[in-house]
């Protein structure tokens, strides 16, 4: 070993160790002072009568739970794959974006022969089922290009492999299908109205999603936990080596949980189409980055965890801005929105990156 | 002859590359770029390399380590034409099943262009025909050069390539050759070399080649064994240096303008490569250091900056951002210190997306000018002039000035006792803390140093372009920075320098031209691809630091030996045989 | 003997990494119903003669046979579909997963049969891995887990059960117990190959055993021949 590399004195390096410490610590507290001081603002307003009203305040937690719950189904992807491989699959938020855009093609060319107005509740059942194939076979053919001959390298090249990919099929969906934004058309007129549930009025479109989502979950659940491929998925997920040593093919059982994210991403991409009717080949990237903050959010690894993460999530961006930052007297809060899901992300990572549910890794991934 | 899978997949794989190449545009926009004039233009070059790629990788076949692949060119071209036909039929069937409907209300590049190029406009019935004859004869010629011996396969492939570079480069050549009579000797009037030019080259690169071969083996060879090879080295790269120096003049304004933008990247590149590629940091939101950097110029010179107008010199102001650049990287690196390498990925990409919102705000728009930014950026004074972009002959040794000292800063650091650091840390962190290394310090002066270059760039830009606003700071900068440092090499200069020249030179950066203009739509999909090429095949790079590649392949050497690796649950109480 | 035709044999198998050579001239056979052990120390070759059976290495020269068929070639979910199971060191059970979920997965090749009879077997050895269904695996006792690792493997309904050093990491205590397990497994008609360092425990339930130096097998014989055998005495089972 070389003499020039010598020995830090003990005393320095935990110095060192403290000022970093220090300097987290002081993070915290500032995010958790810039949150309190917002929300008091921010109740302060609505006791002068300023800021979002009442009715407002209710609509924008709805709205936010609904978006919530897509980014939920997308993050479930996320999740299952770093629970299975250990990496980002950066290209998972491209995944979403096929689906939603394929759909769009189906749903136009639906509109415009007259069978989306005359039967609107199959139309949407086809878009579903277009978007979820569409996503599947995307999300299937980059693990087996791109990812399965980097089995077992280590995680960062994957991790930037998923970034090239990401581009590859941003960019081929913008030759293919051009670089203007095109809209869905118009949802059907028996979801325009409002719902009452419980006495809250909440929009038609908004439930839906929200209702689709639950019944996803719940259908992911019973998959993963009732079925024989199901507990191959957990049993290859936990401990790869052993699972096969069990007689389970890993490599299928990896494109299947590949498949799984995708369908449930292709079901987001259903309710994309819902919530926000306008899709390009860019539409992928941000709720892909909020999807991964989100499983992250919920621990990631963890399926629960990354519905909880999405919901969660939901909320804070689309509620946060509103929430603290008017209070905290800025202007065009709406603006910061996307900021304050990247905050999120960051201020999770940093100081509680295993999530709020405990993270679900590979024997490995694990320290 | 039967069909062996192998060549029929690889048949598919490139009929549909024919099919997706097409369907996306791309054939039609390379059309309009002419290689070899009248007969070849970048469109039907591309058009017919799947099938002779495909033809090449179908005389491969099955890659064994262990035997030595045998060489036969009647039996490679055989393979080849097999395959090749394949896909040709392919794309004729993709052909013949969308002509009959109109689908250009969602798929706007399957049109009428579309199909007279790939029937060669001799339309679809005989065009068919011709089409995969012509893939038939490409997979041929690419299985056939797969069954040549080493030497005339490596002679086809230089002469190929300098054909290739000779045309693409046609401005560049043209600048530098002044004189009209001699460029219209070599090139055509409507773009692209004469067929006779072409055939020159092509021999001459085979020629020279072949005769030098045995000094340049010779020249590597001293390369490497250290003392005589060092003056090599250092003579190499004087001339290198001397030519760099001199190509300015040489050339116009478009090609200088090309370079100050070649020169920017390289100089970002410098700075990732010390966080990436010397420290192991993968930070994808390096460009909010290159804002700081660009911002900052502005503010402090721009008489039109919001809030605070100093208008101070350029020079005055570069120290200033600095420090700024500095603290950056302080407060970007503190919160990562501990992070494991993925998360670092996402949470930088994260903050470097917070600093773009941020600087679109209404909220920082008093202070840094919102949609509209920052305008009326003056240039760099020297003497009486001011340097900016509108004299790009004279921004381009500004450049190079500081492109020279990032480079002499990431030579030092890498040589020294930090860079041993890194390179302990990159190996294995604990390890690294356990012999005395502060992982903490040295992540942060990767941090910094990397922020302090990169502030470099965001000043030049500005005194460059005039005006800093949002769009010129987004994640696709980040990632382009990577992909020029990963291609080029990690750790290593020269990669760097050579990343950037081919991509940005070429292909184009993220919000401006390279030198061909045709690919701007497609560069992006094309880095995507390189990205995940390279990964899958040489992650190392392309000019790698010998020790990088060492890494990288020993780690690869692990895996393959599956003796390590597969069923390593089954392990020795005391690991040993 | 040689008349029936051997569960698992090694025919003669040469194995390298790289340049060293391992296993040399190994040589073994093992028949339905037989315990036999594999004794040797460290660096003897006992992990890799475990590998080149699940085929994660393959033999240089020389082959592996299951039920007389050369297996060279065949993939690890090959040789287990056709009746090899391992129960590896440390359990590695699936700790996220209950305890009836690991006896499951050890089902698993086994589609569509009827696994009651392979359950109550199950629970006849181990009475404590009924009571613990429900809960998550890693929450049992190390002696626990051992248990379920077994039983899992059990669910196979293996043609041979490989075992990986069983006594590694358990309490003496627990050690006895386990081989206690072992034998009665073995009673019950499972053909059992143990790989073990502790000669003493392994030969006292074992009908016949092989002990590999540096590779190479130097004694086959007999659990009994092996007891008695001096040089055993000595390098292996301590002075008794």
């Known amino acids: 070993m070389s003499t020039e590399v010598a020995p830090e004195p003990v005393r320095s390096r935990r110095f060192k160790f403290n000022w970093v410490d220090g300097f987290l610590w002081f993070l915290r507290v500032a995010a958790l002072i810039a949150i309190v001081v917002g929300v008091v603002g921010s109740i302060q307003q609505f006791a002068d009568g300023e800021g979002p009203s009442a009715a407002a305040w209710r609509d924008l937690i709805v709205s936010s739970i609904s978006t919530g719950s897509m980014y939920g189904l997308i993050a479930l992807g996320y999740s299952m794959v770093y629970g299975v491989l250990g990496f980002i699959n950066f290209a998972h938020g491209e995944v979403f974006m096929s689906g939603t855009m394929v759909g769009l093609i189906s749903a136009t060319m639906l509109f415009e022969n007259g069978f989306w107005d005359s039967n609107p509740w199959i139309s949407i059942l086809v878009v579903l089922v277009v978007a979820m194939i569409t996503s599947t076979l995307v999300a299937v053919a980059i693990e087996r290009v791109a990812y399965r001959p980097l089995r077992g390298a280590p995680r960062l090249i994957p991790l930037i492999t998923s970034i090239g990919v990401s581009f590859f099929v941003q960019y081929s969906f913008a030759g293919l299908f051009g670089v203007a934004i095109r809209n869905y058309p118009p949802a059907p007129s028996q979801l325009s109205g409002n719902v009452d549930i419980l006495g809250i009025p909440i929009a038609g479109t908004r439930l839906l999603v929200i209702g689709v989502a639950v019944v996803s979950m719940i259908g992911l659940w019973y998959f993963v936990t009732q079925t024989k491929t199901g507990s191959a998925m957990r049993a290859v997920a936990e401990d790869k080596e052993i699972a096969g040593l069990m007689g389970i093919d890993v490599d299928k059982t990896i494109v299947t949980t590949f498949a799984v994210g995708g369908a449930m991403a292709g079901v987001a991409g259903l309710l994309w189409a819902l919530l926000f009717r306008g899709v390009d080949f860019l539409t992928g990237f941000l709720p892909g980055i909020k999807a991964f903050t989100a499983a992250v959010l919920g621990g990631i690894g963890n399926m629960p965890g990354a519905m909880l993460g999405g919901v969660l999530l939901g909320l804070f961006e689309g509620v946060g801005p509103q929430l603290v930052l008017a209070g905290l007297g800025i202007p065009a809060v709406s603006q910061l929105k996307d900021a304050v899901a990247f905050a999120a992300l960051v201020l999770v990572l940093i100081f509680r990156p295993t999530g709020l549910l405990g993270e679900r890794l590979g024997s490995e991934d694990r320290v | 002859m039967s069909l062996d899978p192998l060549t029929r997949r690889w048949g598919l794989i490139g009929g549909a590359i024919m099919a997706f190449t097409g369907a996306i545009g791309m054939l039609v926009s390379f059309d309009e770029r002419i290689l070899i004039s009248p007969i070849l233009s970048l469109g039907y070059l591309t058009l017919l390399l799947a099938p002779a790629i495909a033809g090449h990788m179908a005389a491969r076949g099955k890659v064994s380590v262990l035997e030595e692949p045998e060489h036969d060119v009647a039996q490679g071209a055989q393979k080849g034409l097999v395959a090749g036909l394949i896909a040709g039929v392919f794309a004729v069937v993709f052909m013949l099943a969308v002509n009959p409907f109109d689908l250009s209300e969602f798929f706007p590049n399957i049109n009428d262009r579309m199909f007279d190029m790939m029937t060669f406009d001799f339309g679809l019935g005989l065009g068919s025909v011709v089409l995969i004859v012509a893939s038939a004869l490409a997979g041929a010629a690419g299985g056939a050069i797969y069954g040549l011996d080493d030497e005339p396969r490596e002679g086809v492939f230089r002469s190929a390539i300098w054909v290739i570079l000779f045309s693409l480069f046609e401005l560049v050549v043209s600048d530098v050759i002044e004189v009209d009579a001699i460029v219209d000797l070599i090139y055509a009037r409507g773009g692209g070399l004469h067929i006779w030019s072409a055939i020159i080259i092509g021999v001459l690169a085979w020629w020279l080649g072949v005769r030098y071969k045995g000094r340049r083996a010779e020249l590597t060879q001293m390369a490497k064994d250290s003392e005589a090879g060092s003056r090599l080295r250092w003579s190499l790269i004087g001339v290198a240096a001397l030519l760099v120096i001199v190509l300015p003049m040489l050339v116009g304004g478009i090609v200088n303008e090309l370079l100050i933008n070649v020169a920017l990247f390289i100089l970002m590149g410098l700075g990732l490569n010390i966080v990436v590629g010397l420290a192991g940091l993968l930070d994808l939101g390096y460009v909010a250091f290159f804002a700081v950097g660009a911002y900052g110029m502005a503010v402090l010179t721009s008489p039109l900056s919001p809030a605070f107008s100093p208008e101070l010199n350029w020079w005055v102001a570069l120290p200033v951002v600095m420090v700024l650049a500095a603290i950056a990287g302080v407060l970007v690196g503190t919160p990562v210190i501990r992070m494991r390498g993925d998360y670092l990925a996402i949470v930088t990409l994260g903050f470097g997306e917070i600093v773009r919102i941020l600087i679109l705000s209404d909220w920082l728009t008093p202070f840094l000018g919102g949609a509209q930014g920052i305008t009326r950026i003056p240039g760099i004074p020297l003497g009486a002039t001011s340097v900016s972009g509108t004299s790009p002959e004279l921004f381009i040794y500004m450049t190079m000035l500081l492109v020279g000292v990032a480079a002499y800063i990431s030579y030092r650091t890498q040589e020294s006792r930090i860079g041993r650091a890194w390179a302990a840390m990159r190996e294995d962190e604990d390890v690294a803390e356990a012999i005395g290394i502060s992982t903490v310090q040295a992540k942060l002066l990767a941090f910094v140093t990397g922020a302090i270059i990169a502030s470099f760039a965001g000043a030049l830009f500005s005194a460059k372009v005039g005006t800093v606003f949002h769009n010129s700071f987004d994640v696709l900068v980040s990632i382009i920075i990577l992909v020029v440092v990963i291609v080029g090499g990690m750790g290593s200069i020269r990669g760097v320098a050579l990343g950037a020249l081919i991509l940005i030179g070429v292909l184009g950066g993220p919000k401006s031209q390279g030198l061909l203009g045709e690919f701007a739509e497609f560069k992006l999909l094309i880095y995507g691809a390189i990205l995940v090429y390279m990964m899958l095949q040489r992650p190392e790079g392309l000019l790698p630091s010998v020790r990088r590649s060492r890494e990288l392949h020993q780690e690869e050497a692990a895996q393959d030996a599956w003796l390590d690796k597969k069923g390593s649950f089954i392990e020795e109480p005391e690991a040993s045989v | ?240």
């Open chain 3, 1 to 240: 003997m040689s008349d029936r035709t051997p569960v698992l044999a090694f025919r003669d198998v040469n194995t390298h990494y790289g340049a060293v050579h391992i296993l040399k001239d190994a040589n073994i056979e093992i028949y339905a119903g037989e315990m036999v052990c594999l004794l040797g120390g460290n660096a003897s070759g006992k992990t890799t003669t475990l590998k080149t059976i699940l085929g994660y290495v393959p033999p240089t020269t020389g082959h592996v046979e299951l039920d007389g068929e050369n297996v060279n070639g065949w993939s690890t979910a090959q040789r287990v579909a056709n009746g090899v199971t391992m129960v590896p060191e440390n359990r590695r059970l699936f700790k996220r997963m209950t305890v009836r979920e690991n006896l499951e997965i050890g089902a698993y090749l086994r589609h569509g049969e009827d696994l009651s009879e392979d359950y109550d077997r199950v629970f006849d050895l181990f009475p404590r891995v009924k009571e613990r269904l429900a809960q998550k695996a890693g929450t049992l006792s190390g002696g626990e887990q051992q248990m379920v690792a077994m039983g899992r493997a059990l669910m196979a309904r293996p043609k041979v059960l490989l075992m990986d050093e069983p006594s590694m990491g358990l309490a003496p205590k627990l050690v006895a117990q386990n081989f206690e397990i072992i034998d009665r497994i073995n009673k019950a008609g499972t053909t059992v190959f143990v790989v073990e360092q502790n000669a003493n425990m392994a030969l006292s339930i074992a009908d016949r055993g092989y002990v590999l130096q540096t590779g190479r097998i130097v004694l086959d014989d007999t659990a009994e021949a092996l007891m008695a055998n001096p040089q055993m005495r000595e390098a292996y089972l301590g002075d008794i």
